[in-house]
């Protein structure tokens, strides 16, 4: 799946912190794919400033990862709960059309 910085970021965000084994190894595992490299920091002009980051949209082509059913069902289950909650944000909505299906 080709994900934008912002993407990322977002699914970063939705990641549980808690679980079982299975699905924690899952999560640190698409953590680790979702993160962003040395180079691609330097690329894409990676700054955090005042625990904001900031990015050349320009140089965002998107970074290819891969995502399974299992991590896939977790972040939907993450997106539904949030809708449910009515605690969806713009930030989400390029994710939430990606991985629930209605």
Known sequence: MLLKVLDRITLLGLLPEKGDFT?????RQLREDLSF????????SLQQ????????????????VEIGAKASVLIEDQLKKLDK???LTSQHMSVYEMFVKE
């Open 37 to 44: 490299s040395e180079i691609e920091h330097e690329l894409l």
């Open 49 to 64: 400033t005042d625990g904001r980051l900031t990015w050349n949209p320009q140089a965002d082509e998107g970074k290819e």
């Open 23 to 27: 699905t924690l190894k899952i999560v």
């Open 85 to 87: 909650e009515k605690q």
